[in-house]
């Protein structure tokens, strides 16, 4: 799925102006989405980062909900939300940049070498334990298909080697990603 310029420019514009009325503390802005594909139930993950640094980023895996309200939901979510940060502070906003990924639907894998470091996302689960990673981190650290593994593993809390136990499912995604600093 490639989204086009004007539905990438929306959904980055429904993510700020989000972050903005919820750090001045007024409602979100309702929206009225005439691009069919933001309608759609799509799965997808906010992204900020300050001056280059992570800051944030939350998202639903699975399609729940129409992609606009996605966004704006995660948008919130990630400024206020993520567990690792604090809130967001109005006069931050300005430093932030925005990352948006649109999943694709999880597909489960048997073999590790369906892999392709750099194209797919990886989600980890065995037992009650699971994490995700986005296919642009594993870019990002210049990781290997193993130490994408690991990594992942790392995130669900699990032991890095725990992607070769029989238990563990090992899923993979593709991420249609842009940011306002495309």
Request: glycine fraction near 6%.
């Amino acid at each position: 799925m490639e989204l086009t310029d004007q539905e990438k420019k929306t959904l980055l514009d429904i993510a700020k102006r989000a972050i903005i009325a919820k750090a001045g503390n007024r409602e979100l802005p309702k929206l009225t989405i005439d691009l069919p594909i933001l309608k759609e139930k799509r799965g997808a993950f906010v992204t900020l980062k300050k001056r280059g640094h992570l800051r944030g980023c939350i998202g639903y895996i699975k399609a729940v909900k129409p992609l606009g309200d996605t966004v704006q939901e995660m948008a919130v979510a990630a400024a206020f939300h993520d567990p690792r940060f604090p809130s967001v502070k109005g006069e931050e906003i300005r430093d932030l940049s925005f990352e948006i990924s649109v999943l694709s639907p999880l597909q489960k894998i048997k073999n590790i070498d369906e892999i392709e470091v750099g194209k797919h996302g990886l989600y980890i689960v065995r037992g009650y334990n699971s994490g995700l990673l986005l296919p642009q981190v594993a870019t990002e650290y210049d990781w290997d298909r193993e130490s994408f593994l690991k990594e992942t593993c790392y995130k669900a809390g699990l032991p890095p080697k725990a992607w070769k136990d029989k238990e563990t499912e090992i899923y993979i995604f593709s991420a249609d990603y842009f940011s306002d600093k495309d």
